[in-house]
């Protein structure tokens, strides 16, 4: 293992011959292919680009500063989005600075918000009703410093959120206003993890474009300035078209990619940067089973790709050079078990007990929350034998 660094970040092991192997660490361990993350990563800030608005990548699905370190290379931190306020105190810590909390906010979490400002950290909050703006404004008030506040527009009846059109958003807008604290609206087109289709994709970006825009120029109608219009989702980030009116663009699954974004057709099975190396322990060739020692505890319990055209049940299985084996799937786990079967009830392979393997999960943000950090390989250097571990990167605390 290696030593932890001022911090609390795990330093890094420099690959050499004497470097561990994917046949080193204990199983049940997650891994990171560095070449498919950065693929990934410049392909959607190229699209950002493109369409000509600022990036925002959400990093909940890693929590990880040397993961976030590939959105911006060296460059000063990237604005990133999070999901609690112990990822927001982590990558502050990190040196991040322009923070949204993507979370309904509530009163006993302002203090944590309020110092996290006072460090001189940009902490945007969320919130959708007018008892949540009271609760900012009054913080705000005797704090005496502004709390930045984002009001969440429910595009597609997924979540929380107001609709664009609420009676109610004006008078949420002026209560933030008054206090200084009104930052603009943001919306998550959650109901586009079910858009089957390119073409459905599309439309829940667009839909998901309008709605926010909508949301601020009502605003703005009513003398409210409005300086931040946030949209994103992974799937619609990858199939807007035209951000007219937007300044962000948010998505965080994009650096990893998993078996549900590969069903939607957002990426390729290729892509997939995040796996778990699990061993093969045992056999029931009566049952047509491969028994290995990664059950739900590593690979969580998420059955994402159940509802789409084909279920890969809790991943799909390749060897430890990321190779497909034709036709096996982790069909089954309990905690600590996880279970291959064939599809159509094909012949099992050769797998004899201590054969490593590596599971592509369905949700790499559930999978990812699993473990305490990555074992990080390159896929664009191939090697002979077990893939090398360059680095284990660490995990942020509050995970």
């Excluded at 109610?168 to 959650?190: F, K, M, N």
């Excluded at 004899?352 to 929350?369: E, M, V, Y």
């Excluded at 699993?370 to 191939?382: F, I, K, N, T």
Aim: net charge negative; with cysteine.
């Amino acid at each position: 293992m290696n030593p932890v660094s001022p911090g609390g970040r795990l330093a890094q092991t420099p690959a050499s011959a004497s470097a561990p192997t994917l046949s080193d660490p204990d199983t049940p361990f997650a891994v990171v292919d560095v070449h498919k993350a950065r693929r990934n990563v410049e392909r959607l800030a190229a699209r950002a680009d493109r369409l000509g608005v600022g990036l925002r990548p959400h990093v909940k699905t890693a929590k990880s500063l040397d993961v976030a370190a590939l959105l911006h290379e060296g460059d000063s931190p990237c604005p990133v989005t999070v999901s609690t306020l112990a990822e927001a105190e982590a990558f502050a810590d990190g040196g991040y600075t322009d923070i949204t909390y993507a979370v309904g906010i509530d009163p006993h979490k302002l203090p944590r918000v309020v110092a996290l400002l006072r460090r001189g950290v940009t902490l945007r909050v969320l919130l959708d009703s007018a008892e949540q703006a009271e609760f900012v404004a009054e913080s705000s008030r005797r704090a005496g410093l502004a709390v930045p506040a984002q009001i969440e527009i429910d595009c597609d009846g997924h979540r929380g959120g107001l609709r664009p059109d609420a009676p109610g958003l004006p008078e949420i807008g002026r209560i933030l206003h008054e206090a200084g604290c009104l930052d603009g609206v943001l919306t998550h087109a959650g109901e586009s993890y079910f858009a089957h289709t390119a073409e459905e994709q599309h439309l829940a970006a667009r839909n998901e474009r309008d709605s926010a825009v909508a949301a601020a120029e009502r605003l703005r109608a009513a003398g409210l300035p409005v300086s931040t219009v946030s949209v994103g989702s992974t799937p619609t980030a990858h199939a807007a078209e035209d951000l007219t009116g937007v300044t962000e663009l948010r998505a965080g699954n994009y650096v990893f990619f998993d078996l549900v974004m590969a069903g939607l057709g957002v990426c390729r099975i290729e892509d997939l940067a995040l796996s778990v190396v699990v061993t093969v322990i045992g056999h029931r060739p009566e049952f047509g089973w491969i028994l290995t020692d990664g059950g739900w505890m590593a690979m969580s319990r998420d059955r994402g790709t159940a509802a789409q055209a084909q279920d890969q049940g809790y991943g799909l299985v390749t060897d430890l050079d990321g190779n497909l084996v034709q036709d096996l799937v982790m069909t089954a786990a309990s905690q600590e078990h996880g279970t291959l079967t064939v599809r159509d009830g094909t012949h099992l392979p050769d797998l004899p007990i201590g054969t490593r393997l590596r599971i592509l999960p369905n949700h790499a943000c559930a999978t990812a929350s699993q473990h305490h950090g990555y074992h990080v390989v390159d896929g664009s250097r191939p090697t002979a034998g077990a893939p090398v571990v360059q680095a284990f990167w660490g995990r942020v605390s509050g995970w």
